[in-house]
């Protein structure tokens, strides 16, 4: 019914915002699932079909050909319509979902390099993220979200469990990446700061109170209400 529920108070913020934009790309993944869903789907099969006969060929044990097979149906069930979320809200509003990204896991709690049958593990989406970041032209800002990323995993005490590459290739992630770069472009959607309009959209503002919370977050409240305001008045 491309409803999306949100916490009852994140209307009155601007920081979450880039959330919404990750549940919109599951509705667009609905709408158009042979431009996307199916495309991004036969990349996720190649990729473990032929891990699958490698194993077999190297005589892996059965027990790490099962695995496999568990996380190539792990990433058909859901965990690609989460990644690919990811890279078409990171598509569309930039480095403010990567920070973004860092709050929900820190709120969530939880294993940062464990995915459940829902989603993938968090730190498998941030790497999508810095990916998608890099291809459309903010390496830097990548690197800084990278930073905070390895912080709060040092914090958290966490580091990847075994065969963690099996479940999360990079090949993979990076393959997606490229994919959904080109298909986002191909659908005419909006890529962030390649606008040459100008003026304050909602992608820019989001952008912009991230970077007022990072660089002065004692007076960032009232900085938020007055964009808040703006925001609701251009309507």
Not at 16 to 25: K, T, V
Request: glycine share 6%.
């Amino acid at each position: 019914m491309d409803l999306v529920f949100v916490p009852c108070l994140e209307p009155d913020h601007i920081l979450g915002l880039p959330d919404i934009y990750h549940e919109l790309g599951h509705i667009l993944l609905f709408r158009v699932k042979d431009r996307l869903e199916h495309p991004a789907l036969a990349i996720v099969d190649e990729h473990f079909e032929r891990l699958l006969a490698e194993g077999r060929k190297s005589n892996l044990p059965t027990g790490s050909l099962e695995q496999i097979e568990q996380y190539h149906h792990n990433w058909r069930r859901s965990w690609l319509l989460e990644i690919v979320s990811d890279l078409i809200a990171t598509y569309l509003v930039g480095p403010a979902f990567g920070w973004c990204n860092i709050r929900t896991a820190t709120n969530l709690g939880g294993e940062l390099f464990i995915g459940n049958d829902s989603h993938p593990a968090d730190d498998a989406r941030a790497t999508a993220i810095g990916m998608m970041l890099t291809a459309i032209g903010y390496d830097g800002e990548r690197q800084l979200i990278e930073n905070r990323w390895d912080e709060l995993t040092s914090l958290a005490a966490e580091t990847a469990p075994h065969r963690y590459e099996l479940a999360y290739p990079t090949e993979l992630l990076r393959e997606l990446t490229d994919f959904l770069l080109q298909a986002c472009n191909s659908l005419c959607l909006t890529q962030y700061g390649a606008s040459a309009s100008g003026g304050s959209t909602v992608a820019n503002t989001i952008n912009d109170c991230w970077s007022e919370f990072r660089r002065s977050p004692d007076s960032y409240a009232a900085y938020e209400r007055e964009q808040l305001v703006r925001l609701l008045a251009s309507r």
